[in-house]
């Protein structure tokens, strides 16, 4: 495994961060999860990412209990705020104050832990004032119960505001936590630029486009049994976007430029996020430990730039680069 720094800090994650939206506590039984838990660890992992949304909080809970043992100092745990949880009420969503000193009481409660290593803005929130969901962070910091502040989705301009609070109030505001893969690159053109400029680092969900990037998905054949595509708790609905005709075939030509360089193709696509310098880590996902012990080989692969132009004249046509789709909900959820 290596490991990167967290935008300009000195906290260093590994390279692979290993995240557990759909699988604990809904696709994956308990001694599963478990498992690639283990696996992760083994394999060098030190970073783990779930939010309090995942299975309705539950998803905390099963990493808790997962990484109970672990020395806590070797380990780099990352939970979020923002999406309903719980009886969903008016104020069980969003960034207020109220939800932020809440939440983060639950978060540690069900990971078994005394503070998180970086606390994340799940989304922007609309509704409350900026201000406040910085100040609240800050008191949360200063209780010692997030050693970092980092945020998911938002835009350049949302980064620069929160950023510019964030020094005011002295923490850290280190992190960017985007979709992003060879298919979803619209961080490019706006974010990635003011993140470098801000000293924040993206950790990026989804590399693998939720496993349409492995190349197991091939186009007019039923997806294969057990995968996210036959995941009716959840998983079926959310990959849909990708299992489009056009995007399956092409990511089968990505095979001969994996096997050329004794990859497969899913690590292929991780090392493909990894190679851009703003990226701090690839937040992966797994429903069985093989699939873990595999794609950590990505760590450490360096791609030249003619096979970045390889896998652009496979899979580019279909890359979606549209700065506006970076965006949080209109109004708050419930
Ligand atoms: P990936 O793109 O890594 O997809 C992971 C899925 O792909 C696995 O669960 C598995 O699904 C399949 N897979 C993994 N490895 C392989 C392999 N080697 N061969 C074949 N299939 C493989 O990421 P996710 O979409 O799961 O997201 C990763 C993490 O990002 C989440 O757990 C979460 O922590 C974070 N995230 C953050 C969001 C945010 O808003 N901030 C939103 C979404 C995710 P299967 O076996 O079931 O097919």
Redesign the pocket.
């Given at each position: 495994m290596e490991y990167r720094y967290l935008g300009h800090s000195g906290l260093k994650i590994s390279e692979i961060t290993y995240?557990?939206?759909?699988?604990h506590g809904s696709?994956v039984e308990n001694d599963v999860a478990t498992q690639c838990v283990h696996a992760a660890l083994d394999s060098g992992i030190t970073t783990f990412?779930?939010a309090d949304v995942y299975a309705n909080t539950v998803a905390e809970q099963v990493l808790g209990d997962a990484l109970k043992g672990q020395r806590r100092e070797s380990l780099e745990i990352f939970t979020?705020v923002y999406f309903p949880t719980g009886p969903k009420g008016p104020n069980d969503t969003g960034l207020s104050r109220k939800h932020i000193m809440e939440s983060i009481e639950g978060s540690l409660r069900r990971l078994g832990t005394d503070y998180v290593d970086l606390y994340q803005a799940?989304r922007y929130d609309v509704e409350t004032p900026l201000e406040e969901t910085m100040q609240a962070f800050a008191d949360v910091v200063r209780q010692g119960k997030a050693l970092y502040i980092g945020v998911?989705?938002w835009t350049a301009e949302q980064l620069r505001a929160g950023h510019a609070l964030a020094k005011e109030l002295g923490i850290q505001l280190i992190s960017n936590?985007p979709?992003y893969?060879m298919l979803w690159r619209v961080i490019e053109p706006e974010v990635v630029p003011a993140s470098e400029e801000l000293g924040i680092s993206q950790i990026v969900?989804?590399?693998?486009?939720?496993?349409v990037l492995?190349g197991?998905y091939r186009p007019g054949e039923a997806p294969p049994q057990?995968?996210?595509?036959t995941?009716a708790a959840g998983?079926a609905k959310t990959i849909e976007k990708y299992l489009d005709e056009d995007i399956l075939s092409s990511v089968q030509h990505l095979h001969p430029i994996a096997e050329d360089h004794g990859l497969?193709v899913?690590q292929l696509a991780i090392a493909w996020v990894l190679h851009h310098p703003n990226v701090a880590s690839a937040?992966?996902?797994?429903?069985?430990p093989e699939?873990i012990q595999?794609?950590v080989a990505a760590a450490g692969v360096t791609l030249d730039s003619s096979t970045m132009e390889a896998i652009d004249s496979a899979v580019g046509h279909l890359a979606v680069d549209d700065a506006t789709l970076t965006s949080s909900p209109p109004e708050r959820l419930t």
């Open positions: 995240g557990n939206w759909l699988t696709q990412d779930t979020k799940h998911s989705e936590q979709q893969n969900w989804s590399p693998l486009a939720q496993g492995s197991k057990g995968s996210r595509a995941d998983g497969t899913a937040l992966v996902g797994a429903s069985r699939q595999s794609n």
